[in-house]
């Protein structure tokens, strides 16, 4: 027994070593001042280069604000499409439901390349490429299916029988729906937020053809600086994005574990 | 601008396009052996982790979480710092003496194997399967396995018979959403791949960007051909899963 503990331990070791050393070396890069082979440390650190490099460089700035935008928008237009398609999923029957069901999960299903290079002609079409709308419903198409995803698991559960009960008792559907359906899909809620925010803040190949370099947001500016070797200034970019999206992730299930503890 | 009649020469001109399928191939056994691998190394650690007695499983469920939430070009930077020809693993190897200089460290990014895009796509696609897994395993019901137990089946057997198959779902779709997203994204192949083993995506795009308005016919049509093949094969891996002795739809 004693033996299969250790060895679980060192599976586990092994893990925290393999997902934490790129943060690591990401960490130690953005602060370092020079960090060349053969040295294994960086010659000389210095601490406070990462935060005044976000203070007086305009363009990380004009990348956190484009990231932000474009994270925003797409969680809100993903959670305004997805929660009723999950509800008519999760409640009702209907003719094409099948089919539904299938087309939610299409975008995770046909490749990136195909769908981005078209979407781009289609968009160019329109007039809609560069424009704000364009992006951030590229970005929404491929949150959809986690978000459709994730509030239909939640929504399935109790499906509709709560919000007939409360309909029943004379509430409005705005009443119920605020009230019974909100407070009860908390958790979907919570996971559709934050993966569309996510992989709204990750993506790389839609935000730069559709955005038409109106939007040049933390992963793409992060992109010709690794391309070019500075590695340097490209770390600061990855070090910034880890803070705008754990320390978002973080509060808000903080707020939502706290919520739920409260006597109703 | 000579493009009114419909003809479907583009789609016989793409099929037989030797390059294209060459491409075509290589990038599917990369992205099967890739997303194979994410699931099966994310399957094994989703058991370790699923115990709740274990003081360690919720930190590492933490932190499994982390590469889920942060980009691919994230995890490429540190691997170029790391395991480039001059990164930080040649460095140590210099140091302890395995090796006498960076030239016989062996190539691992941009390599003939496609190497540093696997590890990347493993570094983000474990986690993600061990994250989808474990949520399911916690719902899971365990009396299906004590009672496997109680008509006396080993270890081995119980897992093989009972617990597998009622995870084969999640397992199924998390390997579909990793094919798809190997076989067709475009940012780490560009980074990490080799330029005389090209990646389809890069392939694409390449046309997309450089080639004029008469190439838009053709480039759609190879976009035609990699989404019906990529729905085709997702179907296909559901209905094997489904038919596969032992992967049943779950049973609940």
Redesign the interface.
């Given at each position: 027994m004693a033996y299969k503990k250790v060895l679980?331990?060192l599976?586990?070791l092994l893990?925290?070593v393999?997902?934490?050393?790129?943060?690591f070396?990401?960490f130690m890069?953005a602060i370092s001042k020079t960090w060349?082979?053969?040295?294994?440390w960086p010659k000389w650190v210095d601490w406070g280069y990462y935060f005044r490099f976000l203070v007086t460089n305009t363009e990380i700035q004009s990348s956190l604000l484009a990231s932000m935008e474009l994270a925003v928008g797409t969680v809100v237009l993903t959670i305004l499409i997805a929660y009723p398609t999950a509800m008519a999923l999760s409640y009702y029957d209907f003719r094409g439901k099948k089919l539904l069901n299938i087309l939610v999960y299409?975008p995770?299903?046909?490749?990136?390349?195909?769908?981005?290079?078209?979407m781009?002609?289609i968009m160019i079409k329109y007039g809609l490429n560069g424009s704000f709308f364009g992006v951030v419903s590229a970005h929404t198409l491929f949150c959809l299916p986690y978000a459709i995803k994730l509030l239909y698991d939640n929504l399935i559960l109790w499906k509709d029988k709560y919000e007939v009960a409360s309909r029943n008792l004379g509430a409005t559907p705005l009443q119920t729906f605020f009230k019974v359906t909100i407070p009860l899909n908390k958790n979907g809620l919570q996971g559709a937020v934050m993966m569309s925010y996510?992989v709204s803040?990750?993506q790389?190949?839609g935000t730069l053809l559709i955005g038409d370099g109106n939007y040049i947001t933390l992963?793409v500016r992060?992109?010709p600086f690794?391309?070019e070797g500075k590695?340097r200034i490209?770390?600061v970019y990855?070090i910034t994005?880890?803070l705008v999206?754990?320390i978002p992730?973080y509060l808000i299930d903080i707020w939502v574990t706290h919520k739920g503890r409260k006597p109703a | 601008m000579g493009m009114e009649k419909l003809s479907l020469h583009y789609y016989t001109d793409a099929l037989n396009d030797k390059v294209f399928l060459k491409i075509f191939f290589r990038t599917f056994v990369f992205a099967l052996f890739s997303a194979g691998m994410a699931c099966f190394m994310g399957t094994v650690?989703a058991f370790?982790f699923k115990r709740n007695d274990?003081p360690?499983t919720k930190p590492?469920f933490k932190?499994?979480q982390?590469?889920?939430?942060?980009?691919?070009?994230?995890?490429?930077?540190?691997?170029?710092?790391?395991l480039s020809q001059?990164?930080?693993v040649?460095?140590?190897l210099?140091?302890i003496g395995i090796i006498h200089s960076?030239n016989s460290f062996p190539l691992l990014l941009n390599d003939q194997w496609q190497i540093g895009i696997i590890l990347t796509y493993l570094?983000k696609e474990v986690?993600f399967v061990i994250v989808s897994l474990v949520l399911v395993l916690r719902q899971m019901d365990n009396r299906y396995r004590i009672v496997a137990d109680n008509l006396g089946a080993t270890k081995w057997q119980a897992f093989w018979n009972v617990s597998l198959p009622l995870l084969m779902p999640a397992i199924v779709n998390a390997f579909?959403?990793n094919f798809?997203?190997n076989?067709?994204?475009?940012?780490v192949p560009y980074?990490l791949g080799n330029q005389t083993k090209e990646m389809?995506?890069v392939y694409?795009?390449d046309l997309?960007v450089q080639g004029d308005y008469t190439q838009?016919p053709m480039?759609?049509s190879?976009?035609?051909i990699?989404?019906v093949f990529?729905?085709i094969f997702?179907g296909s891996v559901l209905w094997l899963s489904k038919h596969l002795p032992g992967g049943h739809t779950g049973g609940i």
């Open positions: 679980k331990l599976v586990y893990f925290a393999l997902v934490l050393m790129p943060l070396v990401i890069l060349n082979y053969p040295s294994l299409l995770m299903i046909i490749p990136g390349i195909a769908v981005l290079t078209n781009d002609f996510i803040m990750t790389y190949l992963s992060m992109f690794t391309t590695y490209a770390a990855g994005f880890m999206t754990l992730l | 650690l370790l274990n360690f590492f932190l499994a982390l590469p889920v939430m942060l980009p691919h070009i994230f995890i490429v930077l540190a691997l170029i710092q790391l001059t990164g930080l040649s460095s140590l210099t140091r960076y570094w986690p579909i959403i798809s997203f076989f067709g994204s475009y940012e980074l389809l995506p694409i795009y997309y838009l480039i759609m190879l976009n035609l990699l989404s990529s729905i997702a």
